[in-house]
């Protein structure tokens, strides 16, 4: 079946550091992929997708961009805020957006 | 526009009693879904729904029942509460054909 693999956490950085969140997937076919975000005590809100191969999604500074060659679709940021911090979630569909299939999800910690 | 509502925010169950989770979406979304959220697992799809009177299952549907009588509603119902089933339930909708599911903000649900 389908499946998302993606680093496991926490992950912890200082304001203003480098982030990479890895995440790989397997699917039959090809998927969409994206990546959600959770805050504290919210529910989760779409952060970026990519529909096809080669293809980057992007918003508020993070970039993914979808590698069919190796299977990944791995986030980045160049400098991360404290207000970055909340749960990352690596997600595929065969179905437009429907029928998420969710990566274990990673948490991330910035401090000051 | 409300989005996606959940109610209610906590539940304590014992094991045996049952109980329904209200979702409801005010955007017209033909589609919609409930996750359950465990640590270390992401969310998983446990029912969904492409427009009122059509459900199916998920991941893992067992122990639960939908209904989808209107586009607005879509409740989960919980039959006869298990320890396992102690978990965050997410309701999620999203419109046809659309990459973007809008959550709302979860039920925490404890059975003991």
């Known amino acids: 079946g389908n499946s998302v693999t993606q680093m496991e956490g926490p992950v912890t950085l200082s304001e203003e550091a480098f982030l990479t969140i890895n995440c790989t997937y397997t699917a039959t076919g090809y998927p969409s992929l994206f990546w959600y975000v959770q805050y504290p005590g919210e529910g989760l809100q779409l952060l970026l997708k990519?529909?096809?191969?080669?293809d980057k999604g992007s918003n508020k500074g993070f970039e993914a961009t979808y590698r069919k060659e190796t299977t990944s679709f791995h986030l980045e940021k160049g400098s991360v805020q404290v207000s970055d911090s909340a749960v990352y979630f690596c997600?595929?569909?065969?179905?437009?957006?429907?029928?998420?299939?969710f990566g274990a999800g990673t948490i991330l910690r910035v401090k000051s | 526009n409300a989005g996606v509502t959940q109610t209610p925010k906590f539940q304590v169950l014992k094991t045996g009693q049952s109980m329904t989770l209200q979702c409801a979406q005010d955007m017209n979304h033909e589609y919609m879904s409930w996750y359950r959220q465990d640590p270390g697992m992401g969310l998983r799809l446990i029912h969904y729904s492409v427009g009122a009177g059509i459900t199916d299952q998920g991941e893992v549907p067992n122990g639960y029942n939908v209904s989808r009588s209107t586009t607005e509603d879509f409740p989960l119902r919980l039959l006869s509460a298990a320890p396992s089933q102690t978990s965050v339930y997410f309701c999620?909708?999203?419109?046809?054909?659309?990459?973007?599911?809008?959550f709302g903000p979860g039920t925490r649900l404890t059975v003991t």
């Open positions: 997600a595929l569909s065969m179905e437009y957006g429907n029928k998420l299939v």
């Open positions: 990519a529909t096809k191969a080669d």
């Open positions: 999620a909708s999203s419109r046809r054909n659309h990459y973007e599911q809008y």
